[in-house]
């Protein structure tokens, strides 16, 4: 995996709540696929150094990857050839497509357009900070459970290109399922 690392400087009450330790360093990512079978507790870190995804930037119809399992963060070693493996092609999921003027729009899976969503600025469920949220429990959409039940939620980490977490609701709470990417496709 490719990463940069970037020194983010603690204001004065976040010193005192992380003391000793006045900066810390978070990676950076260089490109979406540098991120495939990155660690959750890494992706985490990016994400919340994040900013709310714009789907402009991301382009009509980016990418999508599978990056990491949440549920097997503990065994992560043993399940990072599987990601891979599942990022190389084998995934059906081949990203979103954004229409309205990035309001909602589909999954892409195997070629045909699937699971409709709504796009919206929102508070994360991960830290309560806004991100572009991605839900698709709306009644219009049709979505069966347990699509409609579930949440995207993406924030920038880099140029063209976005992570988050996907989230299932489940007996009224949130849980995080895996780590996702949307890259912008570039025409040539």
């Not at 995996?1 to 009450?13: C, F, N, Q, V």
């Not at 092609?89 to 229409?99: A, L, S």
């Not at 992570?163 to 996702?180: A, D, N, S, T």
Request: one cysteine or more; hydrophobic letters at 40%.
């Amino acid at each position: 995996m490719r990463l940069a690392m970037t020194t983010i400087t603690t204001t004065p009450s976040e010193q005192r709540a992380e003391a000793p330790a006045a900066r810390r360093c978070l990676p950076q990512a260089l490109s979406l696929d540098s991120l495939i079978g990155a660690h959750p507790d890494a992706l985490r870190q990016m994400y919340q150094a994040g900013k709310p995804a714009d789907p402009a930037e991301l382009g009509d119809a980016p990418r999508g990857r599978l990056l990491a399992l949440q549920p097997t963060a503990g065994v992560h070693l043993a399940t990072r050839p599987l990601i891979r493996a599942l990022a190389a092609g084998w995934m059906p999921w081949k990203g979103n497509e954004f229409d309205h003027g990035g309001n909602s729009g589909t999954n892409l899976v195997l070629g045909s357009k699937v699971c409709r969503f709504k796009a919206q600025r929102l508070p994360s469920e991960i830290d309560g900070a806004p991100t572009l949220a991605l839900t698709y429990g709306e009644k219009a959409f049709g979505n069966p459970w347990p699509v409609s039940a579930l949440k995207d939620e993406l924030r920038a980490v880099g140029p063209g290109f976005a992570i988050g977490p996907m989230l299932m609701k489940w007996q009224e709470r949130w849980h995080l399922v895996l780590w996702f990417g949307l890259a912008r496709v570039h025409p040539g």
